[in-house]
């Protein structure tokens, strides 16, 4: 009898995961919102309808495990799955989840470990009654100043950025989210010279598999280009065997059971410092699909059944462009695939500035780079326009 899995969510992360799970013989429930939403026309089994305590409930007692596709689960949401004993059957763990599910608590646990990470100010730490109260609890961040929204902040939402004498500024933003209840905090602006992510998956029994650490480019702080080297050389091998170390350490402190992600800063001044913990699969690890031997998605699934990890061994070179939305979009229709560069469809309905639409992969020999580079540049680039006309 074939492991009954549900997935909460059913947005495209869910669509990929219930398509690397087919490849695994399982046939997992998707609990959707909405019967057009993308996982559900891949899925053999939909359940639609509001998120309350009692549904998820439901959902827990009708299978042996569910996992998720973002971590935006509240407490609330799932009370009655506690209260009945079946919070268990979540993975990754909610005890795990508890410790990194919020920006601020990965930054408090990142500070606890003695992660590298920018230089960071609790709401506490910060006097903002008067002008000169603000300059003075800033005095030392001297490279900029971001303001992050702790909770539900994601592809740039909940960022802002400003300049160490834009106090003015700084004081009404703090002010605002005050009075909105929106719980935040401050770090210093890092002045780095790549955005980069390691995508790792570590199993129930310990087994730790990862893909190569990539180089991600973002507009507006969503990703846009992930540039990918099979086997990294150089500065970043140095990088990359200091990523795995932080994020094998971090899945061992957490017992972390599933796939991730690491978001990082390279600054030459600072080092390798850690952004963000992605507790979930990642957009950064969309290569994955059809230029690494498994999948983040297969590996996924094979972490919380506690089967052998795929390998994760990656072509030469990589690179994946989402399809964003732009504010003059107009048309959801998907572009079509090239001779290398394969498109990725999610299949949602309204096209929106910032939003991921899909995207595009290339993978090949290193010789090809700029080659592949340009041909996936070239579908983008002709689906903004036809997508805006």
Known sequence: MKTRIAILGAGQLAKYLVLAAKKLGLSPTVIATFSFDPACEVSDEVRLGEWTPDSLLQVFQDHEIVTFENEWISEHLLS?????????????????????????????????QNYATAKTLAPSEINFSTISALQKSLQTFTQGIVIKESELAYDGKGVFVFESQDTEKIKTKLE??????????LEEKVLFKQELALVFSRSK???FAHFPLVEFQSEKGICSMVLVQG??????????NKAVIIAKDLCEKIEWCGTAALEFFYSEQQGLLINEFAPRVHNSGHFT??????SQFENHFRAILNLPLGRCTTASFAVM??????????VAQAPK?????????????????????GHV????????????????????RKWQIKSSE
């Open 337 to 357: 695939s090239t001779t290398h560069a394969e498109v990725f469809w999610y299949g949602k309905r309204e096209i929106r500035e910032g939003r991921k639409m």
């Open 361 to 380: 992969t290339a993978h090949g020999s290193i010789q090809c780079r700029d080659n592949l580079i340009e041909e996936v540049t070239q579908v983008v």
């Open 205 to 207: 029994n310990g087994e």
């Open 321 to 330: 462009k989402n399809l964003l939305g732009s504010k003059d979009s107009k």
């Open 231 to 240: 086997e990294n050389s150089g500065v970043m091998a140095e990088l990359e």
């Open 176 to 185: 605002s989210l005050t009075q909105q209840n929106i719980p935040w905090y």
């Open 289 to 294: 699909l059809t230029a690494s031997e498994s």
């Open 80 to 112: 009655k799955v506690k209260a009945a004993g079946l919070i268990n059957k979540l993975l990754p763990s909610f005890e795990s989840m508890k410790k990194v599910r919020t920006k601020w608590d990965q930054k408090q646990f990142f500070i606890g």
